[in-house]
């Protein structure tokens, strides 16, 4: 018998690759603009790049930064097997960029008046991962 077999038929959590060479030029960078350009397909790149522009009150610049980041997560949250919904957790650190990412375009959204899709990614990052609404809204 399987003890951590799933019973209630719920989808697995879902665990981006890591992709240590992007992580470690992002947290060496003060400018994560440098660090998008040479790894796009980094999430966590382009969340920093929301999270400074929604800092410096340009919302409309967080929200494509932020959709950007947004996309590129769920590419890579599919390639790894997720289908569109099911649990990816915000202790695992390669997810967070993306996490980061949906959170930032709910910020944004919220900020340019497009209050159905600050609703839509905010659901979306509880029902992901509590720990990441948590976190984030603190």
């Known amino acids: 018998m399987n003890l951590h077999q799933n019973l209630l038929n719920e989808p697995p959590e879902t665990r981006l690759p890591d992709n240590a060479e992007a992580r470690e030029a992002l947290e060496a960078a003060d400018d994560p603009t440098p660090v998008a350009g040479r790894f796009p ?6 969340a920093r790049l929301a999270e400074l522009a929604l800092a410096d009150n340009q919302p409309v610049t967080a929200y494509a930064y932020a959709r950007t980041g947004y996309h590129r997560g769920l590419d890579q949250l599919r390639g ?4 569109g919904h099911g649990p990816i957790p915000w202790d ?12 930032a375009l709910a910020q944004a959204s919220e900020r340019i008046g497009d209050t159905a899709e600050a609703e839509r990614c905010s659901t979306f990052l509880r029902e992901s991962s509590a720990e990441a609404d948590k976190a984030l809204n603190a």
Do not use: D, V
């Open 41 to 46: 397909s980094y999430s966590a790149a382009w």
């Open 92 to 103: 695992h650190e390669p997810n967070r960029g993306f996490l980061r990412a949906l959170h």
């Open 80 to 83: 790894s097997g997720w289908k």
